[in-house]
């Protein structure tokens, strides 16, 4: 069936069909929509599912956790301030892997305030152990969510499901809505293996000294690098199901490209826009759109980057007091091959400043100016 | 049920362990009775069963013998000096001073 | 000779709690009432220790750490997991120190009481951050010492009332217990127990690590609070009845009580005089609230 969807609607869809079983959720703009749209299907009975109005973002990841620890499917959406209260609880999530599913709208944090689109909230929390992917359209929102129970429980640790405010979570699109039976084909109910049952007690998070800390650590981190296989095999599997593949990654016209755009989300939307436009005069560019981050695909990253003469990558954000961190990991995961392009690194958008087609050919050519990145950080549609 | 182990539990391999800090054993190793300075003893000749001592005890270290005097059930305090810290509150609280307090030796 | 209080135990030996801990025989009384068909949400205080480290646990029934000021958060959620796969019966009991209920943790508390939900939201009361190693929280008594309130500052400000805070939210039981009285808390956990929605208990557990007090006198310090009417045994139902469930018809002087404790042994007469005057001041309220 298809439907015209704005972002938030395709995350709450991608929660129904999932069949989601806790949802805990606080509003905040630009999220207020998809918690709306879950309350009334839970209300309805279209969604058999607890909701939860909890009274913080706070209480809205513990109590998901909690849930989650029971062994049922948990979901919950937030953006900005409110993940940024979540932090705490985000490391708790992680740690206890409860495989939560989250859904997060991009928007800039604050002081002062806005609601405009930057991706520094969920990438403020990139270390906290949760996966990460970043969505360009609203059928891939939808698609991701059910993706991402799939990885999520096959590896116990959390994801979230990250799109643009407005640009994304505003903007309708027409979007499939996979069949409800199908869905359950491709994903099962939830089966934990310890969890809170009065038939079988266990404590959980118990006091650890660093004598065993140490390889709860590490197996997250392995967990890490299982999911790099997880999402392409997933991603693959629900092509098989629905006709539509995903990966880590996603590229475009990059086997003969010269030079690489590397982008995320809406903007590498965008980008490829401008790809089509710059081969119509004859340049040889392609685009790398990161759509998995957490896990980060240095491999796809490497194998991608070795053959062109000049990345750019362009964040939508920054790491302050060093530089834009889809840079920075793109730049780490380069360092160590014999035969890397130079990477330039352009911060652009920030706060929700628009970033058209027309700024990111003028990027491209600006860039190509350069001979080599002469600093981390190259500054673009910036009124300095 | 929690496993009884006779010390605490450190996984030597990380394969051995579950992906989170799940407990699958008891406290038993932990024998607390080496945290007394002072020991209580029960008095027998004291003592009317009354069971105070066993009700008060944090420890769970105060178990109950049923007994059957004049064809009366009675339940017998028994203290578990494995695990007994030695906090006093048996001593303290029971009606008849049927207990006393004896210094931990060596 | 029939026992007053269950004969089973269900919490083991061996655990790590001082000795002489009121904490414990709060926890030992209550599982004691609610039986193995529980799981507790334990946020951080004293019982996060006290239960064992990891691979071990001293409870015997399923225990979730979690984050200090989420027992109450944790505890909705975990009953919303059982509640969507079919297991009503389960007793979901938040297990909270004074500092995880009176303070860092009240947004929370206040947010599953508005929302009455169907937990037992427990706060064994040691009166401080004991967990941290004594600090004041807004629970410690009026002139008590503590880290953060020293010799030259001791606490300055009256113990919170959680009691009225919790009635102002018309949940349908609360209650206050005290470890020297374990039939009347179990009774009330038992009530608690059968009753649908947010119920709260607040438990009286002295610490003699922090109060600074010999081991033995735990019970008796429990008991003389009650006795002196510092600590009054009362149950409220839906926010509006409220009622004694132990009748104190001449209240000891509060000095017996606070003699026994390190943290008030710089009291002077004007002191104690001030804090029987509040005592007997807020025991007329209760009193004149419950009709009596």
């Known amino acids: 069936m298809r439907k015209v969807l704005m972002g938030n609607h395709a995350l709450s869809y991608g929660a129904k069909l999932s069949r989601a079983q806790v949802i805990s959720a606080y509003p905040i703009t630009p999220q207020t929509e998809v918690v709306e749209l879950l309350s009334e299907m839970c209300a309805s009975g279209e969604l058999n599912a607890k909701f939860i109005k909890v009274e913080s973002e706070h209480s809205a990841m513990a109590s998901l956790i909690g849930a989650s620890a029971t062994g049922v499917r948990t979901f919950t959406a937030t953006s900005s301030q ?141 967990t890490m690098e299982e999911a790099l296989i997880k999402w392409e095999e997933v991603g693959k599997e629900f092509g ?26 809406t903007m590498a939307s965008t980008a490829r826009n401008v790809v089509d436009r710059l081969r119509e005069k004859g340049k040889k560019v392609g685009l790398l759109r990161i759509r998995v981050f957490r896990p980060f695909p240095s491999e796809k990253i490497r194998e991608i980057l070795s053959s062109v003469d000049r990345a750019i990558v362009i964040d939508r954000n920054i790491g302050f007091g060093s530089s834009g961190i889809f840079y920075q990991e793109v730049k780490a995961a380069m360092y160590n091959e014999k035969k890397t392009p130079p990477i330039f690194g352009v911060v652009t958008g920030l706060g929700g400043r628009d970033v058209t087609s027309k700024d990111i050919v003028g990027i491209y050519e600006d860039v190509t100016k350069m001979e080599e990145p002469k600093s981390d950080i190259i500054w673009k549609g910036i009124n300095i | 049920m929690a496993k009884k182990t006779d010390k605490k539990i450190i996984f030597k391999k990380e394969k051995e362990m579950p992906s989170h800090a799940v407990s699958f054993y008891s406290m038993d190793y932990n024998k607390t009775g080496s945290w007394r300075n002072f020991r209580p003893v029960i008095n027998y000749d004291k003592c009317t069963f009354c069971a105070i001592c066993w009700k008060f005890c944090p420890e769970v270290a105060i178990k109950l013998e049923k007994t059957k005097e004049k064809g009366k059930e009675k339940f017998k305090p028994v203290i578990d000096y494995e695990y007994c810290k030695g906090c006093g509150i048996c001593w303290e609280e029971c009606p008849s001073k049927a207990i006393d307090t004896e210094e931990e030796a060596e | 000779m029939k026992l007053t209080i269950p004969e089973k135990e269900i919490m ?46 001293s409870v015997n029934v399923p225990l979730f750490h979690t984050a200090f000021e989420t027992a109450a958060s944790t505890a909705s959620g975990i009953k919303a997991g059982f509640d969507i796969q079919g297991k009503k019966d389960v007793n979901v009991v938040a297990w909270a120190g004074d500092g995880g209920t009176y303070d860092i943790g009240i947004g929370a508390l206040s947010g599953a009481a508005e929302r009455n939900d169907d937990i037992i939201y427990v706060c064994y009361d040691n009166e401080a951050y004991m967990n941290t190693g004594n600090q004041r929280s807004s629970s410690t008594p009026l002139k008590a010492l503590t880290t953060t309130t020293p010799i030259g500052r001791p606490k300055e400000d009256n113990k919170k009332d959680i009691i009225s805070i919790m009635a102002a939210h018309l949940i349908p039981y609360i209650a206050t217990a005290s470890i020297a009285y374990p039939e009347d808390m179990i009774e009330k956990f038992e009530k608690a127990k059968h009753t649908k929605g947010m119920r709260f208990i607040l438990v009286f557990s002295p610490c003699p690590t922090g109060w ?81």
């Open chain 1, 82 to 222: 409110g993940l940024a209260l979540m932090h705490e609880m985000l490391h708790w999530a992680a740690g206890a892997r409860t495989p939560v599913v989250m859904g997060n709208i991009n928007r800039a944090l604050a002081p002062p305030w806005s609601v405009w689109t930057e991706q520094n909230d969920s990438l403020s929390q990139r270390d906290t152990g949760w996966m990460q992917l970043y969505a360009q359209n609203n059928q891939e929102v939808l698609d991701s969510v059910i993706q991402a129970y799939k990885v999520a429980e096959a590896l116990d640790l959390p994801a979230m499901v990250i799109l643009a405010a407005f640009v994304l979570s505003h903007t309708s699109e027409t979007v499939d809505i996979p069949e409800q039976d199908k869905v359950d084909e491709f994903l099962p109910p939830y089966k934990r293996e310890y969890k809170l049952d009065p038939d079988e007690p266990h404590a959980f998070g118990g006091l650890t000294a660093p004598d065993n800390y140490f390889e709860l650590r590490y197996k997250i981190q392995k």
């Open chain 1, 240 to 265: 098989d199901f629905f006709g539509r593949k995903y990966g880590l990654v996603e590229t475009y016209k990059v086997s003969d490209a010269k030079d690489l755009i590397v982008s995320s989300g």
């Open chain 3, 12 to 57: 083991s030996s061996g655990h790590l709690a001082c000795q002489g801990c009121g904490a414990v025989l709060a926890m030992r009384y209550t599982l004691k009432a609610l039986g193995k068909n529980t799981v507790i949400a334990l946020p951080a205080c004293c019982w996060s220790v006290i239960d064992g480290p990891f691979p071990h646990s």
């Open chain 3, 212 to 292: 600074k007090y010999s081991p033995q006198l735990t019970v008796k310090l429990a008991r003389l609070a009650v006795q002196s009417g510092i600590f009054p045994l009362i149950e409220i139902e839906n926010g509006t009845k409220w009622r004694l469930t132990k009748k104190i018809a001449k209240p000891k002087p509060i000095i017996e009580y606070l003699k026994l404790q390190g943290r008030f042994r710089h009291l002077k007469e004007k002191d104690t005089n001030e804090i029987q005057k509040i005592v007997d001041q807020t025991r007329n309220r209760l009193l004149e609230k419950i009709g009596e």
